[in-house]
């Protein structure tokens, strides 16, 4: 018998070392963690500015705008980024300081990522619309602000100090460079008036020789800081999220210079994946919507958007899966939601004129669902079919909607409003004596062979989702032209070219004879006008 294994004692070095980290974590408040971070980054800065003047004559000029787009745009896309000619493969690690690692590789794809944070907790990676791998490392180019540095060094002081408790502080200097106070303004510290509470190296008030021109620029070097971060210490991903939005409420409090970097960063993060498009929903404050400024901070972030995806509708798409598409009018004043005014503001942007028929696709859809909506209810409550007809038709003349999308839209909730029998023998004369009630309201609305077309493909489709029916299709469709709802000419051009794949062979041969009959009466009608 083995004798038992021996259990290893933390030793007194081990155990002096974590209560020592402790202690560092646990005796800092904010105002202290402030400080560490203003003087770190400044102190990286200013040694970067040393090194570029020192340098300058003996090698290239820093890389251009274009090294950090394409820098941010490959995090973007989770590829490796290159750093002064070295791939982020064969780039040198010198020690665990950059989270760079094999131990603190990040894992993505659709797979959960099991790696410990800096706390040993498990954490998993979490993408907002991209379905591609989070690289190993992500290197930035170095930069005149020097993100790499700054990285290095935000990374390395993450395993001294809490960024768990204060990760909130941490975003608040890095885009505003010092902690925010609520409306917006820099918390000062009144013991000591003289101390410096904000840095300059900060989204807000970190600028280039290029002036406003290189706000996008700024933005995107500050938004690979972040990226990096947070990918670092992945458990900052919600406290990233839920600061951004509470950074979108003091949009009063901040310059317009200001609100357009903040714009242009929440762009270039929604971009990249590291927060959801959700925080945009911040904005919608009744304050900030009747001053105009969620609208125009809404509208910096959409334009810088498309500009970085170079994909209209995949921004379009992320709108929609956030639940903004139907509250975009809710980002303009109350007294300009027309829509007129808001196709004028859309179209002041070569960008965003893609919204327009977005956002007229989305009214047209919200109007189609009232008109069902009133139909079914005329349609339950026993209305005449003139009456029905009316509405239908004040609609139609009120919203221009197209007659084709119109009885379409009359079928289906006809369709809707009956509780079919569910004997197929018998569901047969039950449509056929709930359509001949209301087929004079379809007619009303196939005045155009699009219209006829459109409900015969309609009729095809429901027929064979809906098993029941699969027998119904050629008796409802005799009755439409008897009903003069149908047209020989759309009945006989849907026969021969545009019908739907949908069970198509089922319906062509249910129709094969009265198509034919259509064609010799059609013949036949030809032959006495030539005599």
């Given at each position: 018998m083995n004798p038992p294994s021996k259990v290893e004692k933390p030793t007194l070095v081990g155990v002096r070392s974590k209560a020592r980290k402790r202690d560092e974590r646990e005796k800092l408040d904010p105002v202290g963690f402030r400080d560490q971070i203003i003087n770190g980054l400044e102190q990286v800065s200013q040694g970067n500015k040393s090194q570029n003047s020192t340098s300058t004559q003996q090698r290239p000029r820093s890389p251009q705008n274009s090294d950090i787009t394409n820098a941010v745009e490959k995090i973007a896309l989770d590829e490796p980024v290159a750093v002064n000619g070295k791939d982020a493969?064969?780039?040198?690690?010198?020690?665990?300081?950059?989270?760079?690692?094999?131990?603190?590789?990040?894992?993505?794809?659709?797979?959960?990522?099991?790696?410990?944070?800096?706390?040993?907790?498990?954490?998993?990676?979490?993408?907002?619309?991209?379905?591609?791998?989070?690289?190993?490392?992500?290197?930035?180019?170095?930069?005149?602000?020097?993100?790499?540095?700054?990285?290095?060094?935000?990374?390395?002081?993450?395993?001294?100090?809490?960024?768990?408790?204060?990760?909130?502080?941490?975003?608040?200097?890095?885009?505003?460079?010092?902690?925010?106070?609520?409306?917006?303004?820099?918390?000062?510290?009144?013991?000591?008036?003289?101390?410096?509470?904000?840095?300059?190296?900060?989204?807000?008030?970190?600028?280039?020789?290029?002036?406003?021109?290189?706000?996008?620029?700024?933005?995107?070097s500050f938004a690979s800081i972040i990226i990096r971060i947070v990918r670092r210490y992945k458990y900052l991903e919600k406290t990233l999220d839920e600061e951004l939005k509470r950074i979108i409420l003091f949009l009063r409090g901040f310059t317009n210079s200001e609100r357009i970097k903040l714009a242009k960063l929440t762009a270039v993060l929604i971009n990249a994946g590291q927060c959801p498009a959700t925080v945009l929903g911040s904005a919608l404050q009744d304050t900030l919507v009747k001053d105009g400024l969620a609208l125009d901070f809404f509208f910096n972030v959409l334009e810088t958007w498309v500009q970085e995806r170079q994909d209209p509708a995949s921004v379009w798409n992320s709108l929609r899966k956030a639940n903004l598409d139907s509250k975009i009018p809710e980002f303009f004043p109350s007294n300009k939601r027309n829509s007129e005014h808001i196709y004028a503001t859309f179209r002041q942007s070569p960008h965003l004129k893609f919204l327009v028929d977005y956002q007229k696709a989305q009214e047209n859809n919200a109007v189609k669902k009232e008109l069902a909506s009133q139909v079914e209810t005329l349609v339950t409550d026993g209305a005449s079919v003139k009456e029905i007809i009316a509405t239908v038709k004040d609609a139609v003349n009120k919203h221009s909607l197209p007659e084709h999308e119109v009885v379409v839209l009359l079928w289906n909730t006809l369709m809707k409003c009956v509780e079919w029998n569910k004997k197929e023998e018998l569901v047969t004369e039950q449509a056929m004596k709930h359509l001949r009630t209301y087929s004079s309201l379809l007619a009303n609305f196939t005045n155009t062979a699009k219209a006829e077309l459109s409900l015969i493909i309609t009729v095809q489709e429901y027929c064979y989702e809906n098993m029941n029916f699969m027998k119904s299709f050629q008796k409802i469709i005799i009755l439409f032209y008897k009903t003069d709802i149908l047209s020989e000419d759309s009945i006989i051009k849907w026969y021969k070219e545009s019908h739907s794949p949908k069970g198509k062979s089922v319906f062509l041969e249910q129709s094969k004879k009265f198509v034919e009959w259509l064609q010799t009466a059609e013949s036949e009608d030809e032959d006495e006008e030539d005599e």
């Amino acid at each position: 018998m083995n004798p038992p294994s021996k259990v290893e004692k933390p030793t007194l070095v081990g155990v002096r070392s974590k209560a020592r980290k402790r202690d560092e974590r646990e005796k800092l408040d904010p105002v202290g963690f402030r400080d560490q971070i203003i003087n770190g980054l400044e102190q990286v800065s200013q040694g970067n500015k040393s090194q570029n003047s020192t340098s300058t004559q003996q090698r290239p000029r820093s890389p251009q705008n274009s090294d950090i787009t394409n820098a941010v745009e490959k995090i973007a896309l989770d590829e490796p980024v290159a750093v002064n000619g070295k791939d982020a493969g064969s780039q040198d690690t010198n020690d665990g300081e950059t989270g760079s690692s094999p131990d603190n590789e990040v894992r993505g794809g659709d797979q959960d990522d099991s790696s410990s944070d800096s706390g040993g907790t498990p954490t998993h990676t979490r993408k907002h619309g991209t379905g591609s791998p989070v690289p190993p490392q992500l290197v930035i180019p170095a930069t005149p602000l020097d993100v790499e540095g700054i990285s290095k060094y935000l990374d390395h002081l993450g395993s001294k100090l809490d960024y768990r408790r204060y990760g909130d502080v941490l975003f608040d200097i890095i885009i505003a460079g010092g902690i925010l106070a609520p409306g917006g303004e820099i918390k000062t510290d009144t013991s000591d008036p003289s101390k410096k509470v904000r840095t300059d190296v900060c989204l807000f008030l970190y600028h280039t020789d290029s002036g406003d021109a290189n706000d996008l620029l700024i933005a995107k070097s500050f938004a690979s800081i972040i990226i990096r971060i947070v990918r670092r210490y992945k458990y900052l991903e919600k406290t990233l999220d839920e600061e951004l939005k509470r950074i979108i409420l003091f949009l009063r409090g901040f310059t317009n210079s200001e609100r357009i970097k903040l714009a242009k960063l929440t762009a270039v993060l929604i971009n990249a994946g590291q927060c959801p498009a959700t925080v945009l929903g911040s904005a919608l404050q009744d304050t900030l919507v009747k001053d105009g400024l969620a609208l125009d901070f809404f509208f910096n972030v959409l334009e810088t958007w498309v500009q970085e995806r170079q994909d209209p509708a995949s921004v379009w798409n992320s709108l929609r899966k956030a639940n903004l598409d139907s509250k975009i009018p809710e980002f303009f004043p109350s007294n300009k939601r027309n829509s007129e005014h808001i196709y004028a503001t859309f179209r002041q942007s070569p960008h965003l004129k893609f919204l327009v028929d977005y956002q007229k696709a989305q009214e047209n859809n919200a109007v189609k669902k009232e008109l069902a909506s009133q139909v079914e209810t005329l349609v339950t409550d026993g209305a005449s079919v003139k009456e029905i007809i009316a509405t239908v038709k004040d609609a139609v003349n009120k919203h221009s909607l197209p007659e084709h999308e119109v009885v379409v839209l009359l079928w289906n909730t006809l369709m809707k409003c009956v509780e079919w029998n569910k004997k197929e023998e018998l569901v047969t004369e039950q449509a056929m004596k709930h359509l001949r009630t209301y087929s004079s309201l379809l007619a009303n609305f196939t005045n155009t062979a699009k219209a006829e077309l459109s409900l015969i493909i309609t009729v095809q489709e429901y027929c064979y989702e809906n098993m029941n029916f699969m027998k119904s299709f050629q008796k409802i469709i005799i009755l439409f032209y008897k009903t003069d709802i149908l047209s020989e000419d759309s009945i006989i051009k849907w026969y021969k070219e545009s019908h739907s794949p949908k069970g198509k062979s089922v319906f062509l041969e249910q129709s094969k004879k009265f198509v034919e009959w259509l064609q010799t009466a059609e013949s036949e009608d030809e032959d006495e006008e030539d005599e």
